[in-house]
Structures are given as structure tokens and as C-alpha cells.
């Protein structure tokens, strides 16, 4: 009888092939990173309640907020949208994915800068959330990621989701920093090298299968840069593609910042 049981590593790979070739890269290691200075938006990040939000054509990038547990818990028990995360599999319930909200509402998103992506029509109806959601960025850069419910994939919500973003980015205050970064992920400032200025970066991490993002990720800006393999939740190695852009993205204007929604 044939296995049919769902082999996420396997689709995180883009492969079902176990003797598939990969040109592997050694993965992040904090040790060999080197101290660099650049600019940066300025840290703790301001709550919610100050953050402005975005209109593009056909979206609205808002800040969460705890109403929309349901609208993330639809989201976050889609399998096909869950497979793609580092856990790779859905919520088992509402209590989980506020474990996940949490993070990002009611003062604890100082660290973090996620949005919702909403429709600008449709009553505002969240479809997906996206932005920089964890503060321990394996690169030493900040990472942006997001995640879009099945059913509006494929109709260009990714790239105008990335293009909004770049507009929220940019509207933080930024300061010069010292950070310790992966080597690799460094671009310097023409003739500023020796004196250890590179350029602000923006990382973008994602399974080697998930052509799909990485194609959101290309027409966005960014540079593939660096492919390794992790463990996922479930213990699997998984191919990881890293992606680097230099701050300003590539993309469209955005329409508007508006305090309110």
C-alpha cells in the first residue's frame, strides 16, 4: 500500500527526491560574525496605538490588534499556508494562536513590528499578516516574513504587501548602530570599507520549496544569497534560502500614511 502521509520536509525542499543535489552553505553562526556599523530604525519600536497605517491600491498594512484573533486563527489553520512555517502544522486551537497574537498586541510588540494585511475592500477583511516578528534575527538584520490565506495566492497581494512595507520601514526613526552580522550578508558603503560602514539591510528567509515566495522576494529587490539546512519543529532537515536587500526596496509608490483606518 502507498505511504501517503504528508512529507513537509520533502515540499520544504522542493523535492521528494532523497538524493536530490544541493549546493549546501555552511548555516548562521554567531562566531564568526563581525561587528559593523550602519543605520537602523531606533529600538524599542513605538505600540500599536502610534503606529501609522498604510493604504496601497488594494490594501490596508494596519497594526494588529487582539480583535483579530479569529481572522489570524482562519489563517494559521490553513495547511497549506502552515506548512511553510517553522513549525509545519496548523494551531490545534484558538488558545494557540493567541499564544501568537499575544506577541505582537497590548505592549509586547516594542520589539517586534508585525501588521496586519487587510483588504481595502471586503469591510477591511484581514487576509494575511507580514513584518518583522521576532527580535533574535539569525543574520544579525532584521527579517521580514508573511503569510497569506490560500485563497488570495497568486494575485500579486505578496509584492504589494512588500512595496506597502517599504513605506512603514522607512516612516520609523532610524539611528546609527553597531551590530554583529553574518559576513556574508554585507554590502559596504563605496569607499567607507575600512572604516567598517556597510549598508542597512533587510533579510528575508524562506523554504527552498516555497518558489512562490522566493518569487515575491525577487520582485521586490532582494538578492539571493545564501542556501543552508535546519532542523524544522518537527526534526527534519529542511533547505532554508536566505535573501538580502539593501533599504530602499525596489517597487511602487506608496499611496498614503494614515494615523486610522
Known amino acids: 500500500m502507498a505511504d501517503n502521509t504528508l512529507d513537509v520536509a520533502a515540499i520544504k525542499n522542493g523535492t521528494n527526491n532523497p538524493d536530490d543535489s544541493r549546493v549546501i552553505d555552511p548555516k548562521p553562526d554567531k562566531s564568526t560574525f563581525v561587528r559593523v556599523k550602519t543605520t537602523l530604525p531606533k529600538r524599542p ?8 497605517a498604510v493604504y496601497t491600491e488594494r490594501l490596508i498594512i494596519r497594526p494588529l490588534s487582539k480583535t483579530d484573533l479569529l481572522a489570524l486563527h482562519k489563517l494559521r489553520t490553513q495547511p497549506e499556508v502552515m506548512v511553510w512555517t517553522y513549525l509545519g502544522v496548523v494551531d490545534k486551537d484558538i488558545g494557540e494562536t493567541w499564544q501568537r497574537l499575544e506577541n505582537f498586541v497590548e505592549g509586547n510588540e516594542r520589539e517586534n513590528y508585525n501588521c496586519a494585511i487587510c483588504l481595502r475592500e471586503e469591510g477591511g477583511k484581514m487576509i494575511g499578516i507580514g513584518g518583522f516578528h521576532d527580535a533574535m534575527w539569525s543574520f544579525g538584520w532584521p527579517e521580514i516574513g508573511y503569510m497569506f490565506r490560500r485563497e488570495y495566492w497568486g494575485r500579486g497581494f505578496g509584492k504589494e504587501f512588500m512595496r506597502g512595507w517599504e513605506g512603514i520601514w522607512g ?13 556574508r550578508s554585507v554590502v559596504v558603503v563605496e569607499g567607507e570599507g575600512e572604516r567598517g560602514v556597510v549598508e542597512e539591510v533587510v533579510i528575508a528567509v524562506t523554504a527552498e520549496g516555497n518558489k512562490a515566495s522566493q518569487r515575491i522576494l525577487e520582485g521586490s ?7 543552508w539546512e535546519e532542523e524544522d519543529g518537527g526534526g527534519e532537515g529542511v533547505g532554508e534560502v536566505a535573501y538580502v536587500s539593501v533599504c530602499g526596496w525596489e517597487g511602487g509608490e506608496v499611496m498614503s500614511c494614515l494615523g486610522e483606518v
Open 45 to 52: 519600536f513605538p505600540l500599536n496605538a502610534e503606529r501609522k
Open 171 to 183: 516612516g520609523v526613526g532610524e539611528g546609527v548602530v553597531e551590530l554583529m552580522v553574518d559576513p
Open 221 to 227: 529587490g532582494f538578492e539571493r544569497f545564501l542556501t
